[in-house]
């Protein structure tokens, strides 16, 4: 059973700091890119930042370059997003993806909701 499991969100200052995991079980998860999105409310779903599969390369959205940082620990099946400087426009729910062109197979996690508030 494919799982996709979100941690770590919660209320955060502007400026400060949150670190979200994604925790991965039932697929091999090293051969998987890895991806973090955000949908605030009443917007569509955006991509935050990517990850290939050895962690060798990543991307981010133009509004979180500099400001977050994606990364992944293929041992522990788990992807992270490092959010620092934070600012009320990524309050949203926060969703990781995994996806394999080769297997053609696309998994979502539940979401974690981020608060950006005084």
């Known amino acids: 059973q494919v799982q996709l499991v979100e941690s770590g969100g919660g209320l955060v200052q502007p400026g400060g700091s949150l670190r979200l995991s994604c925790a991965a079980s039932g697929f091999t998860f090293s051969n998987y890119v890895m991806s973090w999105y955000r949908q605030a409310p009443g917007k569509e779903r955006d991509l935050v930042a990517t990850?290939?599969?050895?962690?060798?390369?990543?991307d981010y959205a133009d509004s979180v370059k500099g400001r977050f940082t994606i990364s992944r620990d293929n041992a522990k099946s788990t992807v992270y997003l490092q959010m620092n400087s934070a600012k009320r426009d990524d309050t949203a729910v926060y969703y990781c993806?995994?996806?394999?062109?080769?297997?053609?197979?696309?998994?979502w996690g539940q979401g974690t909701q981020v608060t950006v508030s005084s």
């Open positions: 993806k995994a996806a394999s062109s080769y297997y053609m197979s696309t998994y």
């Open positions: 990850i290939a599969s050895t962690g060798g390369r990543t």
